[in-house]
């Protein structure tokens, strides 16, 4: 189920990359693709003189429908991929439609953050503050409202914006992190505080875990 999740966001920050044109293709000949054995589990920015290129992991993609949608999306916008030995799928682009496509991203995820606190969805948060990296973010709430409610999940498209903010910006994989702290309006207590990608993380252990429980009640 998250993965499923992160694919169909993946694919949309895939398809902001063309917002910028079609223009900048002639450039993408310049450089060709590295890929090696180390990029199959993380997404990888590999800024070349010209062009930039981002690996995302063939373990992003439910299956080869997937996987195939995702290349014809692509290709159907213009955007150069190239699809692995692994699995995984390089896109290649300018540095200049890698920046458009990161201010474009940027574009988004203040629109949602907008969103978030301006409209209907989350009415507990009055406010959603964040740094320029898009790394740490604090929502400020009504602290019953909030525990009264289900706008805790604001946290997940937060915590998964930033996570991919910051993965096609160059950040390692390994050491990124967004974390998300939810603060009582009233009081400036920290009612909570979200780390990611950690949480995706207890939540797939969760999810495991209870399909295990229900194996053994069935077995029973």
Known sequence: MVKKYLFSLLCIIALLSACSG????????????????????KIEVD?????????????????????????????????????????SLTYNMSKKKHREMLQEMETELVATIDEMRNGKDYPSIQDIT???????????????????SFDAFATFGLGLSGM?????????????????????????????????????????????????HAGSHTGG
């Open 22 to 41: 079609s223009e900048e293709n002639a450039n993408q000949d310049a450089t060709g693709t590295e890929n090696g054995d180390e990029n199959s589990e």
């Open 47 to 87: 800024k070349g003189l010209l062009n930039v290129e981002i690996t995302l992991p063939a373990t992003f993609f439910e299956d080869e429908e997937d996987r195939n949608s995702t290349i014809a999306d692509a290709e159907k916008e213009g955007i150069d991929i190239t699809k692995n030995d692994d699995g």
């Open 130 to 148: 964040y740094n320029d990296s898009f790394s740490e973010f604090t929502m400020i709430v009504d602290r019953e409202a909030y525990e009264n």
């Open 164 to 212: 991919y903010y910051q993965l096609f910006s160059g950040v390692d994989p390994d050491d990124y992190q967004v974390k998300i702290r939810v603060e009582d309006a009233a009081t400036k207590e920290t009612i909570n505080e979200v780390i990611y990608p950690d949480a995706l993380e207890e939540m797939e252990e969760g999810e495991q875990e209870d399909q295990g």
